[in-house]
């Protein structure tokens, strides 16, 4: 035998094996305390807030989204025509596509009129939608306008054109006490 002045000491193993067993005995408490809080965290989420977290699963899954019905054609007693439908259309934006908003509305002014009130109403329904949310820049856009939107959308990226409905009376406020107004619904 060496001694330890003269060589390397005797290895004890029979105390490195009860330090290895502590150590494996503590990282497997540990791991059972992790794995106990883990089970918990999930019983939490899954049983006493299951109701909370499907309802907003379900909203992310579906959007409701208000479609107007299409309204009927209105005559007078010898065949006038008092209210139609003809197709209008929207320009909208969806900001989440939109890198640079103001560089977008400038490409936009490029191609069709757009007047200061569009912007700033623009600007102030931004605000107020969420940002993959449609926001209308222009209404009633000629098929013109249309056309030219259409044929650079290719480099707008959450430029949308937008097609609907809108009530027409051709003989303006004739009999209006009878067929009625459509509007926008107002807060009130």
Known sequence: MRSRLNGPAIKDHIREGQIFTNRLILAAI??????IL????LGYLQIINQAHYA?????????????????????DRNGVLL??????FT???????IEDVDQTLEEIGKLIELREEDIARFKKNRRRKRRFEGVPL????TDEEVAKISTHQYRLPGVEIRAELARHYPLGKLASHAIGYVGRISER
């Open 38 to 41: 883990l089970l918990l965290r």
């Open 55 to 75: 309802t907003l699963s379900e909203n992310n899954r579906v959007s409701i989204q208000p479609i107007p019905p299409t309204r009927g054609l209105i005559y």
């Open 91 to 97: 320009l909208e934006l969806v900001t989440e596509h």
């Open 138 to 141: 222009r209404f009633r856009l």
């Open 30 to 35: 540990g791991c059972g305390i992790l794995l």
């Open 83 to 88: 209210a139609q439908n003809l197709p209008s």
